[in-house]
């Protein structure tokens, strides 16, 4: 009878053994690490080859910042085409409806425009200014919008460097790569990724300034940039720190991107750099 129990033991035994196991498989932690790098050197990549070639592009830079009860927004749409190149960049305020200009050099000439919106229309009797200005800089971090994504990159670097925002990545349905990452406060306010005045940055909370916004990039599955972004709130004793940054590729630009150059009728130049500098010192005061 003993051994017959003993062998009925071992039999459910050796059955229990055959029975599927519920729950899901734990990754390796330095298989996720490896995995994650990837995904995010794919990412600088394509933000980087991006701005190395931008000739003939066109993209929407979209800024949203508060900080406590200080606000402000805009959106920044620029197209550039030719060789040597001109430059749109049309400034439109989110935060402060009709305070909007647009910025244009020509391909030709040693003149820059800027078209006012209603919100400046006092600081001249035309629609337009015009200014002295040097040709579009062969630089891409020195080109309006392209400025953004490069300090957008900086920032992330010197926050991968302290190691707080381990990346990740994931292919979408379409092909395209979505890498996951992330950028400090502290980060973004030294690489200025948006200008903040002194007296705002003064607001933030010590605690606040090692805290990470979730950022993305997002890449084509042809390996172009499609699209990055920084976005996300951060809570503090007396408020709140809100972000919202991203730079849009939306294609190669057109020749209709580009306004004829205004007539001289409508048009107040500035004849040179003193009357420029006192010019942009009247819109800043303006806007507030």
Known sequence: MRVTRLALAAVALVAGCGQAVTGSPVPNPKDLKVAGERFYNVGLDSVRTYIKDATDFRGTV????????????????????????????????????GFDYDLYRPADGDRGYIKLGPGYAKLAPTPWVSEPA???????????????????IDAMEQTAKGGVAAPEGSKGADGATEVRTGITLKAFIDNSVIPIPADVTALVEPEMMGKVFPTKIIVNADGTLRKVEVKGEVPGKDGKV???????????????????????????ALPDKAASDDFWARLGATRG
Do not use: N, W
């Open 62 to 97: 979209y800024r949203y910042g508060a900080i406590k009860d200080k606000r402000s927004g805009s959106e920044v749409s620029v197209s550039m085409r030719g060789t040597p190149p001109a430059l749109i960049t049309k400034i439109k305020s989110t935060s402060h409806p």
């Open 242 to 268: 809100q972000l919202e940054v991203g730079y849009e590729a939306r294609g190669r630009s057109a020749a209709d991107d580009f306004p004829p150059l205004p007539a001289a009728g409508e048009t107040t």
């Open 134 to 152: 040097s040709p579009v800089s062969g630089y891409g971090c020195a080109i309006s919008g392209l400025q953004t994504l490069c300090k957008l």
